[in-house]
C-alpha cells in the first residue's frame, strides 16, 4: 500500500516561502508522477505542480508559475515544493498525490498552508 506523508506546512505572511516535502513508501513501479494538489475552503481540488520519475519533466499551474518550484529525490522517494513569494490566495491544504502509469492515484492526508496578508 502506497502511503505518503506530508510536512512542512504552516503559518505565513504574504512573501514568504514555504518548503512542503512528502516521503512516498509502499510501492515498487518505477514510472510514475508525483506532486501537489491544493483546496482552499469552498472551492474545488485543484492541481498544483507535479513531476515525472521517468523523466524529470515538470508541470506547474499557471497561478503558481515562477513562484513555486517542485523537486525530487529518487533515492528517498522524497518530493519538494518550494513555495516562494507566497499570497494569500494560495492558503488552502495541499495534499501530496502519486499516480502510477497503470492503477489508482494515492493521497497523503493533507498539510495546511495559510498566508495572511
Known amino acids: 500500500e502506497v502511503q505518503l506523508v506530508e510536512s512542512g506546512g504552516g503559518l505565513v505572511q504574504a512573501g514568504g516561502s514555504l518548503r512542503l516535502s512528502c516521503a512516498a513508501s509502499?510501492?515498487?513501479?518505477?514510472?510514475?508522477?508525483i506532486g501537489w494538489f491544493r483546496q482552499a475552503p469552498g472551492k474545488e481540488r485543484e492541481g498544483v505542480s507535479c513531476?515525472?520519475?521517468?523523466?524529470?519533466?515538470?508541470y506547474y499551474a499557471d497561478s503558481v508559475k515562477g513562484r513555486f518550484t517542485i523537486s525530487s529525490d529518487n533515492a528517498k522517494n522524497t518530493v519538494y515544493l518550494q513555495m516562494n513569494s507566497l499570497k494569500p490566495e494560495d492558503t488552502g491544504v495541499y495534499y501530496c498525490v502519486l499516480v502510477p502509469v497503470i492503477g489508482a492515484r494515492s493521497w497523503g492526508q493533507g498539510t495546511q498552508v495559510t498566508v495572511s496578508s
Open positions: 513531476i515525472s520519475s521517468s523523466d524529470g519533466i515538470t
Open positions: 509502499g510501492f515498487t513501479f518505477d514510472d510514475y508522477a
